[in-house]
């Protein structure tokens, strides 16, 4: 008897009319899907359709100069710049000094634009003083030629933390010295010893006054110019 | 960049587009010489191409290495560094005078394909019985100079990748044969002129001798092609000395597109 009960309940129950309520239809201007592809393995970007932002995160060790990229989007919606666009000087892209937006267009013409952001999660780079006594700078003398032939160089030693030694048959530490006019000049070359100890070769007498001269290092994604300067003296 | 060489046909071709860039340079009403269309990129598809004084770095010395040059068999042209880390080049030229060759690969540390795409790889083709026509012993002067026939029928001979693909080369280069190393090399380099000890080493000396070993190339998009270098020296000399221009590159390949091993491929293109 009260089983019978129970199931006239449950049968009154079904027969209640529900409503059902559609989520919201998605917006028609999405990025979808963001991969780099120019990696050994393709590295896929998180979209943000809330802050607008598209965030990868690119394993600093392959020290990608450019990015190859394809990325999806709305149903016939279309994105600018488009997939399958280079981004040439990539390193600027990390640093934020260049700033990448895409926009896509739905079919109306609504238009939704993203930011994008590169994380590479490289070290932080240290790089100690030069010269330790600010009142009496480190001095070295430029390189020269012996007998007006024979190339004589001289090696300035940089010690820090998270340097990195050659990949790809190509240094991946530039050095710069820059004089107090701001004038900037190369070092001839960069010998990548260890991640904690590099040499910068002098350029010569006559390619470098002598003078005061403050020293940049750039290592892939990050940059530091040592407070400190050096003082630049003509050879012997 | 133009490619230096390919096939006759295209030969033909370059040289009618030269001979409208000419006549439009003489015309009068040129409106901006500036504005030439870019040479339009010719298919190549899976044959044998010759490339003729491929010009790599010819102010190189023998103290610093040379600028890198990439070239892609895909599309048989040289391409671009800014591209290093993309899979549009296969072998690169590079360190002193261009002399090593480097796979395009992107998990190999040394490759300066390094942390791009490239899924290349080389391996170096040696023969017994060719190699003991013009050499003896390892690290050691050639006996005689290979002669040109022997490169073609080294080339001819590889029809197929003959190793499997964990053999390849992919973290480091193919070098000067046992010099500053004791591997087998694309060419011999005679540091002192000991090839010809009745000529003075101002003009023999620091001579490299190609040698007729085939390299397997696995392309940085995963097909297979067979090259085969002939000279690092302008015209590719037979018999070169120091009055050759080092850093022109003259080589033939055979590439084959379906993606098979199958490299018995002797037809140039139409």
């Known amino acids: 008897m009260l089983i019978a009960i129970a199931c006239t309940g449950t049968l009154l129950t079904g027969c209640t009319e529900t409503e059902t309520i559609e989520p919201p239809a998605q917006p028609a201007n999405r ?90 999660q490289q070290p932080a780079l240290e790089i100690d003083e030069i010269t330790t006594d600010a009142a009496a700078p ?59 100890s590099i040499t910068a070769i002098l350029p010569f007498h006559w390619q470098m006054a002598p003078g005061l001269y403050r020293v940049r290092v750039e290592c892939y994604s990050h940059t530091i110019t040592i407070k400190n300067p050096i003082r630049i003296k003509s050879p012997q | 960049m133009s490619t230096p060489i390919t096939s006759p046909n295209v030969w033909a071709i370059r040289l009618i587009l030269a001979a409208t860039v000419i006549m439009a340079a003489c015309s009068d009403d040129d409106p901006d010489p500036e504005a030439e269309e870019p040479e339009p990129d010719i298919e190549v598809t899976s044959g044998v191409y010759t490339v003729v004084n491929l010009p790599a770095d010819s102010t190189a010395n023998s103290i610093n290495n040379a600028t890198p040059l990439y070239y892609s068999l895909e599309d048989n042209k040289i391409i671009p560094a800014s591209q290093k880390q993309t899979a549009n080049w296969d072998i690169a030229f590079l360190g002193i005078y261009n002399s090593s060759i480097a796979p395009n690969n992107g998990k190999g540390q040394f490759s300066p394909g390094y942390g791009g795409p490239g899924k290349g790889g080389l391996y170096l083709v040696k023969y017994d019985d060719i ?95 067979k090259v085969i270098l002939y000279s690092m020296y302008k015209g590719a000399p037979t018999d070169p000395d120091r009055s050759h221009k080092a850093g022109f590159i003259t080589l033939k390949f055979a590439i084959q597109k379906n993606g098979t091993k199958n490299l018995n491929i002797t037809e140039t293109p139409k």
């Open chain 2, 131 to 225: 190699d003991k026509q013009y050499y003896d012993t390892p690290g050691k002067p050639l006996t005689k100079l290979p002669e040109r026939a022997l490169f073609d029928e080294a080339f001819t001979r590889t029809t197929t990748v003959p190793v499997t693909d964990d053999k390849f080369i992919t973290a480091r280069y193919i070098d000067l044969d046992h010099f500053n190393s004791g591997t087998d090399g694309w060419a011999y380099y005679d540091f002192y002129g000991q090839m010809y000890p009745d000529r003075p080493s101002s003009e023999k000396g620091h001579i490299c001798y190609a040698m007729p070993r085939p390299i397997i190339v696995r392309t940085a998009k995963g097909n297979y092609a």
């Open chain 1, 138 to 196: 480190k001095e070295f003398a430029s390189s020269y030629l012996y007998q007006e032939k024979y190339e004589v160089y001289t090696a300035v030693p940089i010690t820090g933390k998270n340097l990195f030694k050659n990949i790809g048959n190509q240094t991946q530490v530039t050095v710069t010295f820059i004089n107090e006019q701001g004038t900037e000049i190369s070092a001839v070359d960069v010998n990548v010893y260890s991640t904690t």
């Open chain 1, 31 to 120: 990025i979808l899907t963001y991969t780099v592809v120019n990696t050994p393995d393709p590295v896929h970007g998180a979209v943000n359709d809330n802050d607008s932002t598209i965030t990868v995160y690119l394993p600093y060790y392959y020290y990608l100069s450019l990015m190859q990229t394809e990325l999806t989007v709305s149903e016939g919606a279309t994105v600018t710049p488009d997939s399958g666009t280079t981004l040439d000087d990539l390193v600027r892209v990390i640093k934020g000094d260049t700033v990448i937006r895409y926009t896509v267009t739905d079919t109306k013409g609504k238009k939704k634009t993203y930011t994008l952001h590169v994380e590479t």
